[in-house]
């Protein structure tokens, strides 16, 4: 087995996303170089859309974690002496070099996970490179505090970066979801490698090539392969310093534990199920298009922070459910790369049978109604395609599991409700605490829900997804620790040093 193989990759944009997807092929990126697994073990990597492999990705295991965390420690160390502005600026760089891949980038994500390009995975390219601009910029702030402690005292703290930074990633929205992670983790002067999530590795290599052209090598690595194979070994090791992790709550456990063992700090960020709280004072229709895109139906409802819980006050209740129904019916469902798709496929074979378990159990439970919406694609080329119909469902009881459970799939619960204090409690009474949002006119109950709801983001009359600046993260079980903000940057990837100096 050769250590290293020669890239086939282009550096120019392309437009071909099957054959970057072939090119890609076979490949961890660690040291600066695309590299085959040490075992020469591959998996398939297959369009969700067609159900055809479009390209086989290398199976991380323990050797590799091994080469490529040992790589970052190495790296590491120059990497931190550099001025932290200056390591901005080439994150910033780094940046500059993917808004020219936009198009290539959304056109691969669209084939790896079956997300319209549209609607959802030309947003989530220009993500990246937002992400990636903002944190740049933040070089200058890695900074400390002095403290008047004593006279003919210096009393200083200084920031430091943690080490290797070891990050898990999923599949749902894998490039902001990684971005979120390295960028501050680079710009506060620590190392990466990430663990791709097996549904959706090549995008992010993509990703992770582009940035080797402008960063030290070393510095960004990336890894794909299974969750307890590769991902276990990467929390494991005893030179990652930090663990980010985003995915599921029972993995986020096993995560939590292996870094308790090691007394490492870790992050979790570990997905929800949102209430969306409707008044009958609200604007109609701007709450019924906020609902739409809350519920993240062209994402297949993939989302950690999906509207999964809709409480609409009675008097507009009817009309709502009415108005929800009329506006999915009228989505597309279709071939991700076609401009004219609004809604594309669910990831993989698991997802579509979990979620389709839970329709049938809502279909099957007594005096629910579930309302099938969007036509099913059909072009026989997409018949293999893992295609599920929206469905809304009403009637449901509280206790239900398409209440209380994630259902990570096209499935939204609707309720009406009389009382505020009966919503309120009945939206704080889940597990979860990723997201709310409360639509009113009323600014007064608005700002007092916010206030009382159990959420790490709580929105009034808008329902935005993760912006850059903002702090991002569950309490609950939907996570521990922050994204996307300064202040998350400088409490989850540095420590801080006190040093005194006494000159008496
Ligand atoms: P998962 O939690 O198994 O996978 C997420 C990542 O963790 C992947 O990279 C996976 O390889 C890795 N992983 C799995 N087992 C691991 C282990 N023992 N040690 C280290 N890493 C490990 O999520 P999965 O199976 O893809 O989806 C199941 C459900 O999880 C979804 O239906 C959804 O409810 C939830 N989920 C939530 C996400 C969020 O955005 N918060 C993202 C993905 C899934
Ligand atoms: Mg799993």
């Not at 009329?326 to 979990?354: N, Y």
């Not at 395609?385 to 009881?397: A, E, M, R, S």
């Not at 903000?485 to 006190?498: A, G, I, P, V």
């Amino acid at each position: 087995m050769p250590d290293t193989h020669l890239t086939q990759t282009p550096y120019e944009p392309t437009l071909d996303e099957r054959a970057l997807a072939r090119a890609l092929s076979g490949s961890h990126l660690i040291g600066g170089k695309l590299v085959p697994a040490r075992s020469g073990k591959t998996f398939a990597v297959v369009n969700p859309a067609t159900g055809e492999e479009v390209a086989r990705a290398a199976e991380g295991d323990e050797a590799d974690v091994d080469a490529a965390v040992r790589n970052a420690a190495e790296a590491q160390k120059l990497w931190a002496k550099m001025p932290a502005r200056k390591r901005g600026a080439l994150v910033a760089q780094c940046s500059a070099l993917i808004k020219t891949h936009v198009e290539e980038i959304a056109r691969l994500i669209a084939l790896e996970t079956g997300k319209a390009l549209r609607t959802e995975s030309r947003v989530e390219a220009n993500t990246v490179a937002d992400v990636l601009e903002f944190f740049g910029g933040l070089g200058g702030e890695i900074k400390g505090e002095s403290v008047p402690f004593a006279p003919n005292v210096l009393s200083v703290t200084v920031r430091e970066p943690l080490g290797v930074v070891g990050a898990i990633i999923p599949w749902n929205v894998p490039l902001l979801l990684m971005t979120l992670k390295i960028a501050p983790a680079l710009v506060a002067g620590n190392t990466v490698v990430v663990k791709s999530a097996e549904e959706a590795p090549l995008t992010v290599l993509r990703i992770c090539e582009l940035m080797n052209r402008v960063l030290p090598p070393g510095c960004f690595n990336m890894l794909s392969g299974f969750g307890p194979e590769c991902g276990g070994p990467l929390v494991a090791h005893p030179e990652v310093k930090k663990v980010t992790f985003t995915g599921s709550v029972p993995v986020g456990r096993i995560v939590a534990k292996a870094a308790a063992e090691k007394l490492i700090p870790v992050t979790l960020e570990l997905g929800g199920k949102s209430p969306m709280i409707i008044f009958a004072d609200c604007d109609f229709e701007k709450t019924v298009a906020g609902a739409l895109t809350s519920m993240r139906f062209t994402r297949q409802g993939q989302s950690c922070t999906a509207a999964s819980r809709i409480y609409v006050e009675r008097p507009i209740y009817d009309r709502f459910v009415a108005a929800m129904a009329e506006r999915v019916d009228a989505m597309v469902m279709g071939d991700p790369l076609d401009e004219k798709t609004d809604i594309g496929t669910i990831i993989s074979d698991d997802q579509m049978s979990r979620v389709k378990g839970f329709i049938a159990e809502g279909l099957a439970t007594a005096g629910a109604i579930g309302r099938a919406c969007s036509a099913m694609p059909k072009d026989p080329a997409l018949a293999k395609g893992k295609f599920i119909q929206p469905h809304i469902f009403t009637n449901l009881p509280a206790s239900s599991r398409l209440v209380t459970e994630e259902i990570f799939g096209p499935v939204t619960c609707i309720f009406p409700f009389d009382d505020a204090e009966a919503v309120l409690a009945a939206a704080n009474d889940s597990e979860y605490g990723l997201a709310a949002s409360v639509w009113t006119n009323n600014l007064k109950i608005g700002l007092e829900f916010a206030h009382r709801l159990e959420a790490g983001l709580v929105q009034i009359n808008q329902n935005l997804v993760v912006q850059a600046n903002l702090s991002y993260g569950g309490v609950k079980s939907s996570g521990l620790g922050k994204e996307a903000s300064l202040e998350s940057m400088l409490e989850h990837f540095t420590h801080k040093k006190t040093i005194m100096m006494n000159y008496a």
